[in-house]
């Protein structure tokens, strides 16, 4: 598996630091702590007219959700992004952030996977989204 994660995650902090500021968000308190930005991305999730989307808004909003939750692992859990193997996809291999549980256990979070999961078949809730990635790395909410 001969993949450079970092040129495939190079946009995901630009790409959500954009959103927030498109939304009025306050850029210098996201870049000391990407929870800061949760209660702003929840209520444009709330506000969204998802059920008028079409395929290239939901990969749009897909793409925002899976850059913001690996910046909150990046952030607290001292999480980076990876390359882990999947056969099952066409590329072979899917993004994932790798950080320490407080187990000490070496974990793989697929963030895409967790946030189509929190997706479909109806968007949740921003909060719900950052507690499962938060139990997935095996931490408690906001360690």
């Known amino acids: ?6 040129e495939w995650a190079k946009q995901s902090r630009p790409a959500i630091r954009d959103m927030i500021d498109a939304l009025g968000g ?8 990407p929870l800061s930005a ?8 709330l506000r969204t007219p998802w059920q ?13 959700l899976v850059a913001f939750v690996a910046e909150v ?14 056969p099952d996809t ?3 291999w899917k993004p994932a952030i790798e ?22 078949p109806v968007p949740q809730r921003i909060p719900r989204l950052i507690e499962r990635a938060t139990a997935l790395a095996g931490h408690a909410p906001h360690d």
């Open 99 to 120: 950080l320490l549980g407080r187990d000490q256990q070496l974990r793989h979070i697929a963030v895409t996977d967790l946030v189509h999961d929190e997706l479909h």
């Open 26 to 33: 306050n850029l210098t308190a996201f870049d000391h702590d």
């Open 38 to 45: 949760m209660p702003l991305i929840d209520d444009f999730l």
């Open 73 to 86: 692992l990046i952030h607290h859990y001292d999480g980076a992004w990876k390359a882990v193997s999947a």
């Open 1 to 6: 598996m001969d993949i450079d994660i970092e």
């Open 90 to 92: 066409p590329p072979g």
């Open 52 to 64: 008028q989307f079409e395929l290239d808004d939901w990969v749009w909003l897909h793409t925002q």
